[in-house]
């Protein structure tokens, strides 16, 4: 089997690169590290990869992308993730609405939202989690009322990332609450969050200075026109929107993994070298097996929707082993570094510029955001082994 790139590929890639290169600021990426609202840099950026067509490349060329093949996609997403940009995969829009709209939206949504998406004028944020409703998405209780031309919100989401500056909302909402099969009544509602009233954020900050949100919505009017795919079909286009979601690249912590190899293949401790400790090597030996192993299975993946299959166990699949794979690496990082490891990249005792202090705290959300690992193991258990659901 050959996973090589075509020679277009690669000079796609070199391209990419090139233009990272120049145009990334150090800005831009504290905007991706901390999820804070995009400065001016960062909106710059995103405007050029726009430009490029290299923000959704595989939207279809009317809309602002390239047509682009996933292998296409998955090299520019690729080099992306590697130069700490906004990688798609970190873009609510362009990775998880924009694609869902291609497929559900009408002509009227996709006018109005997919090239603003791809020209990186717009952003999202996602809320389908509450307080009472993560992994059983089927429960969410965020009421929405049918008064004729429009529906009224009233309750709560949790963990809504990028709420508290994100043009729009992508909501899941209930529309149905007498059916007792509850997934047979939620619906997908995009809502203007920069003109409607009704909306109070509130953030939540994690150990790492990541930054999500509360949404409470109070009578908040959503006309029915914002309705997206058919009423009481949200749970089934929310399915198809998590798988985008879910097919992250992980090429983005290779590049701690390299700062870690050169510091081991640099650094003495008590006058030995670090890189002939035999606990060391095997343990960056093993981070590079399971980098290797992940980013076979995402070509896969790519290679998959090339061939427009069907891809909920290999999506699963890649989501445990990418953010397993990350937190790993933290974990290693922070034993072979020491206590200097621990300090974040403001101590000039910092090592690796706090890199790792700051993925060690970090890394342990990758495995919740997204649907768990332990949902994706039941997906695997279920779909592909035929297990009875636990
Ligand atoms: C940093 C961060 C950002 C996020 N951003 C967003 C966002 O933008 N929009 C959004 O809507 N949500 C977001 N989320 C929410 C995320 O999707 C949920 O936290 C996640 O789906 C889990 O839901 P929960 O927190 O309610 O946990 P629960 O569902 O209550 O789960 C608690 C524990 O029980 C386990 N568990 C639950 N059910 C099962 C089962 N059937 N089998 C085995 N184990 C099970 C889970 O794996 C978990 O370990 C974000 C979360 C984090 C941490």
Same mark, same amino acid.
């Given at each position: 089997m050959d996973f090589s790139f075509t020679p277009e590929q690669e000079r796609l890639r070199y391209q990419v690169r090139e233009f990272l290169q120049k145009e990334v600021t150090e800005q831009s990426k504290l905007d991706f590290k901390f999820d804070q609202p995009y400065s001016p840099d960062t909106w710059k950026l995103l405007h050029k990869l726009g430009e490029r067509g290299?923000?959704?490349?595989?939207?279809p060329k009317e809309w602002g992308?390239?047509?682009?093949?996933p292998l296409d996609n998955y090299v520019i997403q690729d080099e992306l993730a590697y130069a700490f940009a906004p990688a798609p995969c970190a873009l609510i829009g362009a990775m998880v609405v924009g694609p869902t709209l291609l497929i559900y939206g009408n002509e009227e949504q996709k006018k109005k939202y997919l090239p603003r998406i791809a020209h990186g004028e717009i952003e999202f944020s996602m809320g389908y989690t509450e307080p009472g409703s993560g992994s059983d998405?089927?429960?969410?209780?965020l009421k929405a009322e049918d008064k004729g031309d429009y529906y009224l919100l009233n309750g709560q989401k949790m963990f809504s990332t990028k709420a508290d500056f994100a043009d729009y909302g992508w909501i899941a909402v209930r /529309?149905? +609450?007498?059916?007792?099969?509850?997934?047979?009544?939620i619906s997908l509602l995009i809502i203007d969050f920069k003109n409607t009233p009704g909306v109070t954020v509130r953030p939540i900050r994690d150990m790492a200075g990541y930054h999500s949100n509360e949404v409470f919505y109070d009578d908040v009017r959503v006309p029915k026109?914002?309705?997206?795919?058919?009423?009481?079909q949200g749970f089934y286009i929310i399915g198809a929107a998590l798988l985008f979601e879910r097919a992250? /690249?992980? +090429?983005?912590f290779h590049r701690p993994l390299e700062l870690l190899i050169d510091y081991v293949k640099s650094t003495k401790r008590s006058g030995k070298?670090?890189?002939?400790n035999p606990l060391i090597r095997r343990k960056l030996a093993e981070m590079e097996m399971k980098f290797a192993v992940t980013r076979v299975l995402s070509y896969r993946l790519s290679w998959m929707q090339v061939h427009k299959m069907f891809t909920l166990t290999e999506t699963a699949i890649t989501k445990i082993l990418s953010t397993e794979t990350v937190y790993d690496l933290a974990q290693t990082g922070m034993q072979i570094l020491g206590?200097?490891?621990?300090?974040?990249?403001?101590?000039?005792?910092?090592?690796?510029?706090g890199w790792f202090a700051h993925m060690y705290q970090e890394s342990p959300h990758y495995k919740i955001a997204g649907g768990t690992s332990e949902i994706q193991r039941q997906i695997i258990a279920t779909r592909t082994l035929g297990l009875p659901r636990g």
């Amino acid at each position: 089997m050959d996973f090589s790139f075509t020679p277009e590929q690669e000079r796609l890639r070199y391209q990419v690169r090139e233009f990272l290169q120049k145009e990334v600021t150090e800005q831009s990426k504290l905007d991706f590290k901390f999820d804070q609202p995009y400065s001016p840099d960062t909106w710059k950026l995103l405007h050029k990869l726009g430009e490029r067509g290299w923000l959704c490349p595989l939207y279809p060329k009317e809309w602002g992308g390239m047509a682009a093949s996933p292998l296409d996609n998955y090299v520019i997403q690729d080099e992306l993730a590697y130069a700490f940009a906004p990688a798609p995969c970190a873009l609510i829009g362009a990775m998880v609405v924009g694609p869902t709209l291609l497929i559900y939206g009408n002509e009227e949504q996709k006018k109005k939202y997919l090239p603003r998406i791809a020209h990186g004028e717009i952003e999202f944020s996602m809320g389908y989690t509450e307080p009472g409703s993560g992994s059983d998405l089927a429960s969410l209780a965020l009421k929405a009322e049918d008064k004729g031309d429009y529906y009224l919100l009233n309750g709560q989401k949790m963990f809504s990332t990028k709420a508290d500056f994100a043009d729009y909302g992508w909501i899941a909402v209930r /529309t149905d +609450s007498e059916n007792p099969k509850k997934h047979k009544g939620i619906s997908l509602l995009i809502i203007d969050f920069k003109n409607t009233p009704g909306v109070t954020v509130r953030p939540i900050r994690d150990m790492a200075g990541y930054h999500s949100n509360e949404v409470f919505y109070d009578d908040v009017r959503v006309p029915k026109e914002n309705l997206v795919g058919d009423l009481n079909q949200g749970f089934y286009i929310i399915g198809a929107a998590l798988l985008f979601e879910r097919a992250v /690249t992980i +090429s983005g912590f290779h590049r701690p993994l390299e700062l870690l190899i050169d510091y081991v293949k640099s650094t003495k401790r008590s006058g030995k070298p670090l890189s002939a400790n035999p606990l060391i090597r095997r343990k960056l030996a093993e981070m590079e097996m399971k980098f290797a192993v992940t980013r076979v299975l995402s070509y896969r993946l790519s290679w998959m929707q090339v061939h427009k299959m069907f891809t909920l166990t290999e999506t699963a699949i890649t989501k445990i082993l990418s953010t397993e794979t990350v937190y790993d690496l933290a974990q290693t990082g922070m034993q072979i570094l020491g206590h200097h490891g621990e300090l974040s990249s403001g101590s000039k005792w910092a090592e690796l510029h706090g890199w790792f202090a700051h993925m060690y705290q970090e890394s342990p959300h990758y495995k919740i955001a997204g649907g768990t690992s332990e949902i994706q193991r039941q997906i695997i258990a279920t779909r592909t082994l035929g297990l009875p659901r636990g």
